[in-house]
């Protein structure tokens, strides 16, 4: 498929070159990194300090949907730049209330509250849910997620987070938070009115193992969510803003959420987190409830416009859907033919394979090859192309993943 004119993958013998990264045994060791350093990116590939180029199917573990260097983006930065870069929320600015006002009217949201990340936005979403709770009463406080779940890191975030690996040596986590099987007669022997403030759930479980929940399955929740006055939060930090080829994943389901969290993508790089909120939780929000001081401002807010404009284009969630479809069945086709593959699930631009043998191993055998891809669990390949990934970059991914299997 003409992939050596692209010059894709490390140079034989200069794997070793980038151990010499200045000041990398400062950095503090909570992620295995390859042995690699980035410096550079152009459109879908990220070029390393020796000139490699490798095919981004990471894009930042579902961040840099607009891949890298994007014309846009870049000008919306520099315009942004010479504006206000930080201000107080003690004070109004134009950007954030205009992506408020535009994420409301894109979405079921009355309300909006900016943060920094997905885990923060989900924290937020917790306390936004048990604040409406309590104006039930005050035993109306307990969270629930599922199996399978990630929400994040910080303390309640951690607590709704089904990995024990990542929970245990921080014990104890934040209270009333527990995990209930993706099963709906399950749910329905936990979920109390008089006791469950919120059940959280992602759309699509992404570092779960990219597993698509049921769309029968999630509106039976919402169904008893609502029965029993619970609020549902849907955590889209790494399913939404386009990846399942709709802006939200829960617009493919027939449902309307209470609460939705994003993250990621909503700033195509630059740290940013929302939670979106109905009008009845809204309403139990008094000044004070919560706050952060970078949340919205007026820089990042102002690059966010510009990226969810372009996520919302019609045209860039349709490819996202019909070029998904596509890629999916050649991911089917690929197992066949390879028969390395045992199984394959996703939706859009996420998409999961659970290949023979661990996934860091063939992560980083892609990586050698000149393709990122990542992890999720221990024998789940996770593919995450940035959204502007075409059918022949898309299809350049399955030659260089069919090489490596
Ligand atoms: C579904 C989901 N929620 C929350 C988070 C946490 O986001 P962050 O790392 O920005 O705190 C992640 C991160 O991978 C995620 O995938």
Not at 41 to 47: A, D, H, N, P, S
Not at 48 to 70: K, P, T
Not at 130 to 145: L, S, V
Not at 262 to 279: C, F, Q, R, S, T
Request: some cysteine; aromatic content about 8%.
């Amino acid at each position: 498929m003409g992939l050596p004119a692209l010059n894709i993958g490390p140079t034989p013998g200069d794997a070793a070159s980038n151990e010499g990264v200045a000041g990398r045994d400062a950095v503090l060791g909570t992620y295995k990194r390859g042995d690699v350093e980035m410096v550079r990116g152009e459109g879908v590939y990220l070029i390393d300090a020796d000139g490699n180029r490798y095919l981004d199917f990471v894009s930042g573990i579902a961040v840099n949907a607009l891949g890298y260097s994007d014309a846009g983006l870049v000008a919306t930065m520099k315009a942004a730049s010479e504006g206000l870069l930080h201000v107080s929320n003690l004070y109004w600015t134009a950007p954030a209330a205009r992506l408020a006002a535009t994420l409301v009217k894109r979405s079921f949201a009355s309300k909006v509250f900016f943060c920094n990340s997905g885990a923060e936005a989900n924290e937020g979403a917790f306390k936004f849910a048990r604040r409406w709770a309590r104006t039930y009463g005050d035993a109306k406080r307990d969270i629930i997620a599922l199996r399978g779940s990630f929400h994040g890191r910080l303390f309640a975030s951690l607590a709704a987070t089904d990995r024990p690996g990542y929970r245990m040596p921080f014990r104890p986590l934040a209270g009333g938070v527990s995990i209930a099987e993706r099963d709906i007669d399950d749910i329905a022997n936990v979920l109390s009115e008089d006791t469950t403030a919120a059940l959280i759930l992602e759309p699509v479980q992404g570092e779960g193992g990219v597993r698509v929940l049921d769309a029968d399955f999630v509106r039976e929740v919402r169904a008893l969510t609502k029965a029993r006055n619970v609020a549902l939060i849907l955590d889209e930090v790494q399913c939404g803003l386009g990846r399942t080829g709709t802006l939200f994943a829960y617009q493919q389901l027939d449902i309307e959420p209470d609460i939705v969290a994003l993250a990621k993508p909503i700033a195509a790089g630059l740290p940013m987190g929302a939670v979106l909120v109905n009008e009845a939780i809204a309403a139990a929000i008094k000044p004070g409830d919560h706050g952060t001081t970078f949340g919205g401002g007026p820089f990042v807010a102002q690059v966010a416009e510009y990226v969810v404009e372009r996520l919302s284009d019609p045209s860039l969630l349709a490819a996202v859907r019909d070029n998904g479809a596509w890629f999916g069945a050649q991911l089917r086709e690929l197992g066949r033919r390879t028969g390395r593959i045992r199984g394959v699930r996703g939706v859009g631009y996420i998409w999961g394979l659970d290949v023979m043998g661990t996934a860091a191993h063939v992560v980083s055998e892609a990586m050698a090859a000149g393709l990122l891809v990542c992890g999720a669990g221990e024998y789940t390949v996770r593919i995450l192309p940035p959204l502007v990934a075409t059918r022949e970059e898309l299809s350049q991914g399955i030659a260089l993943l069919e090489q490596v299997l």
